[in-house]
T-cell receptor, first 112, second 117 residues
Framework: GENVEQHPSTLSVQEGDSAVIKCTYS??????FPWYKQELGKGPQLIIDIRSNVGEKKDQRIAVTLNKTAKHFSLHITETQPEDSAVYFC???????????WGAGTKLIIKP | KAGVTQTPRYLIKTRGQQVTLSCSPI?????VSWYQQTPGQGLQFLFE???????NKGNFPGRFSGRQFSNSRSEMNVSTLELGDSALYLC????????????????FGPGTRLTVL
């Protein structure tokens, strides 16, 4: 079945530096790739998503890139701030199934 | 517009008991998914309901069950609780016109923290 691998499990970066989280999916039919952010004590919240007909999408300091050939997609956060500290999840789904398959999550720590 | 609400927020039970958790989706959302989240673990998918029908099911034992009502509110039940069932249970709703069309963005509630003693 579909599988999504996410790396690293923990990422510690200095405030102001960039952070990159990578995910790899197995189902070539996957065409929707969202990223969710979970802050302490809250449920995950969508921060950005991308469809397979697009290679890159940006929203202020956040960007997602997709390489369909290699079946991987990445989350890029630039100029990191303390409020970026959270757990980030990637996911993938295909229109044929519609179920989101989730990565294991990455704990991002922003050091002051 | 009100977000996804889950009740209760915290629950303490003992082994062997059963528990029912409730989820009210965002108004107009017909899809409700349930997840189990344990410390250090990701989101483990339990099941998804759309228009009162279970559409997808994760790899959990039959002790975990759910249902959805005509107003899209959903409940999940865990029978014969085990210590390993201690977790944060998250509910998420999404807007779809039909099951296979529409926006798949999931809106999560704050979760129910279940502790089994």
């Amino acid at each position: 079945g579909e599988n999504v691998e996410q790396h690293p499990s923990t990422l510690s970066v200095q405030e102001g530096d960039s952070a990159v989280i990578k995910c790899t999916y197995s189902d070539s039919a996957s065409n929707y790739f969202p990223w969710y952010k979970q802050e302490l004590g809250k449920g995950p919240q969508l921060i950005i998503d991308i469809r397979s007909n697009v290679g890159e999408k940006k929203d202020q300091r956040i960007a997602v890139t997709l390489n369909k050939t290699a079946k991987h997609f990445s989350l890029h956060i630039t100029e990191t701030q303390p409020e970026d500290s959270a757990v980030y999840f990637c996911a993938a789904s295909a229109d044929s199934n519609y179920q989101l398959i989730w990565g294991a999550g990455t704990k991002l720590i922003i050091k002051p | 517009k009100a977000g996804v609400t889950q009740t209760p927020r915290y629950l303490i039970k003992t082994r062997g008991q059963q528990v029912t958790l409730s989820c009210s989706p965002i108004s107009g959302h017909r899809s409700v998914s349930w997840y189990q989240q344990t410390p250090g673990q990701g989101l483990q998918f339990l099941f998804e309901y759309f228009s009162e029908t279970q559409r997808n099911k994760g790899n959990f034992p039959g002790r975990f069950s759910g249902r959805q009502f005509s107003n899209s509110r959903s409940e999940m039940n865990v029978s014969t609780l085990e210590l390993g069932d201690s977790a944060l249970y998250l509910c998420a709703s999404s807007l779809r016109l039909t099951y296979r069309t529409g926006n798949n963005e999931q809106f999560f509630g704050p979760g129910t923290r279940l502790t089994v003693l």
